[in-house]
Structures are given as C-alpha cells and as structure tokens.
C-alpha cells in the first residue's frame, strides 16, 4: 500500500504540514479563516533537535501493536491497510498512546478519545494533504518495502 | 483441524484472529460460560460513568462470529476435560472433541474470607458485565459505598460510580492508592486529585469485621455503608488445566507459545504466567493487552503457523475524570524523576537500560519509551539527555530513524 515516508534530509522544519493536518481535518477551504487565532491539533508533529528536523506521523504498520492492545475494539486495520480509530467506540484510555513505538497516536484535544492520522481517507482531501502541500517533498506518499 | 476455545474475552477472541491468519477451513468452537458475544471488559467502568453504552462495547464487530466460522457457545460452562481422549465436557454429560484446545478462562474476583461479610445486604465485586449491570441496579444518589481495595479495579470502580452516589470510601491495607501500579510520588499525586473530587481512602487498614452495614476497621474507625464493592485482586481460572495434570504454578505454565505440558493444549491470558522481560521474573500479567498479543501468538502456533512470541511487560493505561497515568514496566534502579504538584515523569534506568516508567497526565508518546523497555535498547545507542526530557525520535541515530520513518514497518 502507499503510505507517507519521511526523507529526513529535505525536512527544512518549517511545521507546514501540520498546518495543512490540522486544516484538512476542518473541511474548509480557506486555511487562514479556518485556523487563524486558533490552537491547532494536527496528527502529523514535527520534531526539532537542533540541525536535525524531521515529521512523524502514523506509519499505518502491516503489524500494528495499536490495533490489538486496544481495549474496546476502537481501533482497526482496514483491507486498505489504513489503521482508523472509531471515536464512537473509544473510551480515552490511551493504551494505544502506551505502546505506539513511534509516539504517533495522540490524545485528541477533547480528552475523551485518541486521534491519528489516516491518511486523509476521513476528510475530503482523499489523499495525504501534507504531503500535498510539503514544500520540499521531505515526506512522501507512495509504495516502498 | 479442529479448534476448541474456553473463554470468549481478549485472549480467546484474539486467539480466532491468530487461527484464522493461518488457517481459514479448520473448525472452531468458541465455549464461554458468559452469555454474550465479546464485549471490552474494562470497559464495565466506563459503562456506569456514561462514557460508553452496551451498544458500543462490543469488542469486535457484530459479524465477527460468522465471519471468522466460529461455531459459538454461550452461557455455557467448560467443566472438565480429558487430555488424553481430547475431549472437552460441558454441563449434561455432553463432550466435545478437540485436535488443538486452548485455555483463556481468565481470572475472576477473588474475594476474602473477612468476619461478618454474609450480614451485608448488598455486596459485589466488579470484574464482568453482570457485577457491572448487578451493582447498577444497587447505585442510588442516597447511598454510601464503600470500596475494599485502590488497585486498579477498586478505583476504576469508584470513577464509574462516584456521580451516582452519595459518597465512596476507599479502604486498602497498602500506605498508597494503585500500589502495584505507582510509587509513592506519583500516589501521592493522584490520591490529592482523587480527594478533591470527594473521595475518602482509607490506607494502611483493612476491615476487622462487617455488622450489616458498618464495617469496623482493624485502627479501631469504624465506616458506615450501603453498598460493599470487594476489589482486593483477581484469582486465575486454572482449575480445569491442574485437574488434568497441567503445570500450574501461580498461573498455568506455558512456554513462550503459550503451549502447556499437556499434548495440544495452549493457554493464554489472565489465566497464565508470563515472562516480565522487565523485571526478569515470572509472573501474571492479568492485562487486557498482555491476554490479547498471547492469544493472537496461541492462534496462529495452534494453526501451525509461526509468531515470533512478544516480549511481556507489564502495561497500565488509567485514569480518572480525565487525567491520565501511563506505567509501564518495573520500578527498579535509578528514579530519573520530574515532579510537579500535579503531573510527573518518572523514569527508572538499570544497568544502562529503561526498566520501567510511571507518567501522571503526562501521556504524549509514551510508547517511544515502551518500545525501549520491550526491546531492552541500551540508553548508550541513544540520546539519553534529550530522551529524558520527553519521549522523542530524535534522540535516535539518523539510521534508527530512517528504519522506523523512511521503510514500510
């Protein structure tokens, strides 16, 4: 399946893609009316250790550790191969929090549910919109072994 | 092949999945003496606080049976089996056999013999969806409870039902709240929190005796009630496995693919001892988590497929009215801690490894540390200043990193 890679050595840390998560989850069309004076709560972070600057976000993994810790059945792996979250279902344990190896799934901002990127397969824009919007193609969306 | 299975909770439905991942045909008998279809079972807490409803426990989808051909059998109670003739017996004298069985009976409540208990007119424990839907029955906004026990359950307990009654006391023998759980600091933070909502605990004392609804306390208070909940611990089902000459030890004894001593017969869950790769003993792990990635590896070793057995730790995932704690591992070694009057990090560092961590609403990425204490990474490959600060991947080696970030995983 394709899934987003992060090409660490493009990465200029300029945090644009989680602007662009965070505005896509919104399904507006402007992006300064959508998230201006606004905190915002994307499912991509950008890490920052000195030169050294690279995205994060859920590796969808073939095996994932989140799906089968989680205590509700709140979290499942598609026949896509996209690992999606029912907030319905979750009751805000984090246990998937507890095991993700890569710190890739989050508390959501209301506290009663985790949140996780998927691929944008949850909003309109169908495919990753940062990746879309990555102005150095530091991330990536495609098939890789 | 056929495939029986007792116990229909995490192990037991996890178990399926390992099954079907290898074998699609073979035939599988799902034995469980709880008449519903599989529901989370810590989710019985959740369920009395509002923040989940029946319809939306279910821990698999509704077709989860007849997709995966699972022969079901419901509210009824596996009560003997014969490893020799591999047969199962179940109420009525009735037998089914078996090529390859599998134990995930879990655990139940254990409840201690204490003076007076049977003049209580209203006492449970809470480990199923019954003791949740019995003591619902019991909650009225007039009534006192009172809870033995500030484990885990006992104050899962308490947080369903804190708003629907009058008021909850707490009693534990332990000094400290969740005591297998947290160390003093972080109790201490959480117990503070805990208070302020209205909550009495009762520590470093235990009931002497029960006079209706009074219990008199070993220091000599005594604590007035309506409603007793018994949360002291849980008690693995392993009965069925030691009468027929299975190795119990605390739990049943299982290699690390979960198969017993007896020929084709595996066990899995609350039911079985675990290898703690953090602590280096063996013990019981009664885990949500630990149950499921057992009974997926009991699954596919039972189908004749091949599954690297998962390292175990202990793992917690708990919280109250909204703040969260996250443990995992064992609290052995050096405290590398960070504590604020209402939040901490505690890390705890042996031999030049991360044994174990106890986060107080300080939950972000805590897996990045997990991963460290289940895979033994030594803190020399790694960052240590910048990993103490907070779990991050940048503390990594560019290499690592692309391993985890640049290839499918």
Known sequence: ?145 | MKYVIIGNSAAGVSAVEGIRSVDKEGEIVLISDEPFAAYGRPLISYYLLGATDRSRMNYRPADFYEKNKVQTMFGVRAERIDPDAHTVCFGGGNTTEYDKLLFATGSRAFVPPMSGIESVPERFTFMTMQDALDLEEALSPEKEVLIIGAGLIGLKCMEGILARVKGVAVVDLAPRILPSVLDAEAAAIVQRELEARGVQFLLSDSVARFDGKTAHLQSGRTCAFDILVVAVGVRPNVELVREAGGTVARGIVTDECQRTDLPDVFAAGDCTESMDVSSGTRRILALLPNACAQGFCAGVVMAGGERAPEPAIPLNAVGFFGSHILTAGSYEGECIAETYPDRCRRLFVKDGKLKGFILVNEPERAGIYTALIRRGTPLAELDEALLCKAPCLAAFSEKARAEMLAREV
């Open chain 1, 1 to 145: 399946m394709k899934r987003i890679y992060v090409n660490e050595k493009w990465c200029l840390g300029c945090h644009l893609c989680e602007y662009e998560c965070a505005f896509a989850a919104t399904g507006l069309d402007d992006m300064v009316k959508a998230l201006k004076g606004r905190p915002i709560h994307p499912k991509i972070r950008v890490e920052d250790a000195g030169e050294v600057h690279f995205a994060v976000n859920c590796r969808q993994c073939k095996d994932p550790v989140c799906v089968r810790r989680c205590i509700s059945g709140a979290l499942t792996k598609g026949e896509d191969g996209v690992v999606r979250i029912d907030r319905e279902k979750c009751v805000g344990c984090l246990t998937c929090v507890l095991v993700c190896p890569y710190g890739a799934v989050m508390p959501a901002p209301d506290g009663h549910a985790a949140m996780k990127c998927q691929l944008c397969t949850d909003n309109v824009c169908g495919e990753p919109n940062c990746v879309r919007h990555c102005p150095n193609q530091a991330i990536v969306f495609e098939e890789r072994a």
